[in-house]
């Protein structure tokens, strides 16, 4: 994968790393899955047609008066109920741009890189973690519309259970939110 400032990836895990200041933000990879050849076992590099514009991200960088609380879990086919417990969780305009990652991300299986992904996002990201029971929030935030989104995980013999969860949530007139995050 070509090299992209302040970007690492990491290939067996499909999470992308956004490197700042030697701190690194996880950046789930249902933000950057867009297209996998399921027959071949190839990872292609795939590419953002949309162009990432500021201005669209901008309301989201403003002070804002709203918190949005949320909670992700999942129910195990045994009926076990397992949170998302120390995941990391983001708070991502509802861009174009965003969108976009989005809707590829939903039609596919898998993580490939994406060969303009575009660092400036993360200026317009909140990023929390997880409590015990799944929990956590995001405060100060403005008005406008915005895509939640954490990850659930377990192992079940060999293989990684569980998967991302997302959520559209609309902040209006400064009011807090309270989202359940789960499928």
């Not at 998302?84 to 990652?101: D, K, W």
């Not at 956590?136 to 969860?165: H, I, K, M």
Request: glycine fraction near 8%; charge should be positive; proline fraction near 4%.
């Amino acid at each position: 994968m070509a090299a992209v400032a302040g970007l690492q990836h990491a290939p067996r895990s499909g999470i992308l790393y956004f490197q700042d200041r030697g701190v690194l933000m996880k950046f789930r990879s249902i933000m950057v899955a867009t297209i996998v050849v399921a027959l071949s076992a190839c990872v292609q590099s795939v590419t953002v047609k949309t162009p990432f514009n500021p201005s669209e991200h901008e309301f989201a960088a403003k002070p804002g008066k709203a918190t949005v609380s949320a909670q992700a879990f999942m129910r195990r086919n045994d009926g076990m109920v397992v949170y998302a417990a120390g995941s990391q969780a983001l708070l991502l305009p509802a861009s174009s741009y965003v969108r976009e990652l989005y809707d590829t991300s939903q039609k596919v299986y898998g993580a490939p890189p994406v060969t303009n992904l575009d660092v400036r996002l993360k200026n317009y990201t909140k990023v929390a973690q997880a409590n015990g029971e799944g929990r956590f929030s995001f405060q100060g935030v403005p008005d406008g519309e915005y895509l939640l989104v954490t990850n659930v995980n377990w192992r079940a013999g060999d293989s990684t259970q569980g998967g991302d969860l997302t959520k559209f949530v609309t902040v209006s007139n400064g009011q807090n939110l309270d989202v359940i995050l789960t499928r």
